[in-house]
């Protein structure tokens, strides 16, 4: 089964494509769109022409597990990604996800233009990676 991770962004949505089997997860180039509905639409299209079964959405929770606006942004985004799709939407915690992706590009030395570009989908990869790792 094929399941499709989303790192939601106000400028930028990441995303990143299991592998069949559910091993691993692949980065796909980032969505530039801040508005909701097009992501939105943009994000369940992507899952139908990928063949995704599950939708796993990074969910910014606080440090603290509380939720703050951000998670609120991410509840508009499922109720809108629900009116293209009735695939499941999986909420998954995304704390330091973002850390994680640019400590990764540190070590990789990856910076400037390729950095900004990269840094969601990476996101989207290390959420869907954690959501894999919990099914094991």
Known sequence: MKILGVDFGDSRTGYAISDALGFGASVIPAFKSGNIKNVA???????????????????????NGTIGPRAEKTRRLVEAI???TDIPIILWDE??????????????????????????????????????????
């Not at 639409?41 to 440090?63: D, F, Q, R, S």
């Not at 400590?103 to 290390?126: C, F, H, P």
């Open 95 to 136: 704390r330091l996800t973002t850390v994680s992706a640019h400590n990764l590009m540190n070590e990789t030395n990856v910076r400037g233009k390729k950095r900004k570009e990269s840094v969601d989908s990476i996101s989207a990869a290390y959420i869907l990676q954690g959501y894999l790792d919990s099914l094991k």
């Open 41 to 63: 639409e943009h994000t369940a299209a992507l899952a139908g022409e990928l063949g995704a079964e599950k939708i796993v959405l990074g969910y910014p929770k606080n440090m």
């Open 82 to 84: 629900k009116k293209f």
